[in-house]
């Protein structure tokens, strides 16, 4: 159901410089099917496999199924042609990407109710708060606009205490900067809901100065609530019992490996497929913020993920073992080590080594 603005307000956006992507409205992802075809490093198109799970692996070899990517848009804005043929096609829901792309575009996201408020009240003796485009997300959110001249990538600003999440957090605010987007109104959210446009107009983005820019963010640091996770709390505790310890040559973690897949480990949690190769996290089943690579590891890309693959600056995919130390012994490698050790009938003394997070 497109709302019956949206191919008016798409053109306007254009017209103003943002790059745009279109969004699939199951999953607030990039709608594959309509965007460029991607390419391996050596310039093969990629397709999608199915497989007899119902997942999907990135191969060369040609299917019904073939790979969109939209990197191409993180360089420059889609022509006119392109728009026409994604309104044309039903597109329901647009997304602009952040950084100098889109003249240095950065949106900033409150996703937990009280934070835009308080935050607001901290700079709005601004003169800029008042002309910043704002809009209420489909999901209930907060969402501002502004450019800068130096736009960075997306930063994670703010974290609020939450006992549902593994972590022990959720992200409570957040930017949508260089290589990243955020849906424009009036784009369809998953709920049926619309994202709608509380103020100012997205087609007419500010530009601030970078110190106006840098303080707004400084302001929303400030409200952080859970600066550590549930884990980072009992790592400071008792380092010894949470921090895997690093050895050489073969270890109980490359047996477990070879035992389970990743496939079923996602399964095993709570993991939802999400069509495309994706899986969402658990509790948030449109998130599709998991994709599962060749080499059978996943890589997760939600903050909010008990797995979040840029945790601490860790950037590496999950394996099979890094699920069970995750989900059955609190991230404790050691403890998990010595039970997978039990459960899978392996001599220690034979492989009684650790490897670090992501091995």
Same mark, same amino acid.
């Given at each position: @159901?497109?709302?019956?603005?949206?191919?008016?307000?798409?053109?306007?956006?254009?017209?103003?410089?943002? !790059?745009?992507?279109?969004?699939?409205?199951?999953?607030?992802?990039?709608?594959?099917?309509?965007?460029?075809?991607?390419?391996?490093?050596?310039?093969?198109? +990629?397709?999608?496999?199915?497989?007899?799970?119902?997942?999907?692996?990135?191969?060369?070899?040609?299917?019904? *199924?073939?790979?969109?990517?939209?990197?191409?848009?993180?360089?420059?804005?889609?022509?006119?042609?392109?728009?026409?043929?994604? #309104?044309?096609?039903?597109?329901?829901?647009?997304?602009?990407?952040?950084?100098?792309?889109?003249?240095? #575009?950065?949106?900033?996201?409150?996703?937990?109710?009280?934070?835009? /408020?308080?935050?607001?009240?901290?700079?709005?003796?601004?003169?800029?708060?008042?002309?910043?485009?704002?809009? =209420?997300?489909?999901?209930?959110?907060?969402?501002?606009?502004?450019?800068?001249?130096?736009?960075?990538?997306?930063?994670?600003?703010?974290?609020?205490?939450?006992?549902?999440?593994?972590?022990?957090?959720?992200?409570?605010? /957040?930017?949508?900067?260089?290589?990243?987007?955020?849906?424009?109104?009036?784009?369809?959210?998953?709920?049926?809901?619309?994202?709608? #446009?509380?103020?100012?107009?997205?087609?007419?983005?500010? @530009? +601030?100065?970078?110190?106006?820019?840098?303080?707004?963010?400084?302001?929303?640091?400030? +409200?952080?609530?859970?600066?550590?996770?549930? &884990? /980072?709390?009992?790592?400071?505790?008792?380092?010894?019992?949470?921090?895997?310890?690093?050895?050489?040559?073969?270890?109980? *973690?490359?047996?477990?490996?070879?035992?389970?897949?990743?496939?079923? @480990? #996602?399964?095993?949690?709570?993991?939802?497929?999400?069509?495309?190769?994706?899986?969402?996290?658990?509790?948030?089943?449109?998130?599709?913020?998991?994709?599962?690579?060749?080499?059978?590891?996943?890589?997760?890309?939600?903050?909010?993920?008990?797995?979040?693959?840029?945790?601490?600056?860790?950037? &590496?995919? $999950? !394996?099979?073992?890094?699920?069970?130390?995750?989900? /059955?012994?609190?991230? !404790?490698? =050691?403890?998990?080590?010595? @039970?997978?050790?039990?459960?899978?009938?392996?001599?220690?003394?034979?492989?009684?080594? *650790?490897? $670090?997070?992501? !091995?």
């Amino acid at each position: @159901m497109r709302h019956r603005y949206f191919p008016q307000a798409v053109w306007r956006y254009w017209e103003s410089g943002l !790059s745009l992507i279109p969004i699939n409205t199951r999953t607030k992802r990039p709608y594959s099917r309509l965007l460029p075809q991607a390419c391996n490093t050596n310039g093969d198109p +990629l397709y999608y496999q199915k497989k007899n799970n119902g997942t999907l692996s990135v191969t060369t070899d040609k299917t019904t *199924i073939r790979k969109g990517t939209w990197e191409p848009y993180q360089k420059q804005q889609a022509t006119a042609d392109e728009i026409g043929y994604w #309104l044309t096609n039903g597109v329901c829901a647009i997304a602009a990407i952040g950084g100098d792309v889109s003249g240095g #575009l950065e949106i900033i996201d409150f996703d937990v109710g009280g934070y835009y /408020e308080k935050w607001v009240d901290l700079v709005y003796t601004e003169d800029v708060i008042g002309v910043l485009p704002t809009q =209420r997300t489909g999901g209930g959110g907060m969402q501002m606009a502004w450019r800068c001249p130096e736009p960075e990538g997306n930063q994670k600003l703010a974290w609020h205490p939450d006992e549902s999440y593994h972590s022990g957090r959720c992200i409570a605010i /957040e930017t949508r900067g260089k290589n990243g987007y955020a849906l424009m109104p009036p784009s369809l959210h998953p709920s049926g809901n619309f994202y709608e #446009l509380i103020a100012g107009k997205f087609s007419a983005v500010p @530009m +601030l100065t970078q110190e106006q820019r840098d303080y707004l963010l400084k302001c929303a640091r400030s +409200l952080c609530q859970a600066p550590k996770t549930r &884990q /980072e709390i009992a790592h400071a505790q008792n380092p010894r019992a949470s921090t895997p310890q690093e050895f050489d040559g073969e270890s109980v *973690i490359d047996v477990f490996n070879a035992r389970y897949s990743v496939d079923a @480990m #996602l399964r095993r949690y709570n993991y939802t497929p999400s069509g495309n190769g994706r899986y969402s996290r658990p509790g948030k089943e449109d998130s599709a913020g998991v994709v599962i690579f060749d080499n059978g590891k996943s890589y997760h890309m939600s903050s909010n993920d008990p797995l979040d693959s840029d945790a601490v600056g860790l950037h &590496q995919p $999950r !394996s099979a073992f890094d699920f069970y130390a995750q989900f /059955e012994h609190d991230g !404790s490698y =050691r403890n998990a080590v010595r @039970m997978a050790a039990q459960e899978l009938g392996i001599n220690r003394r034979k492989y009684p080594q *650790i490897h $670090r997070v992501g !091995s």
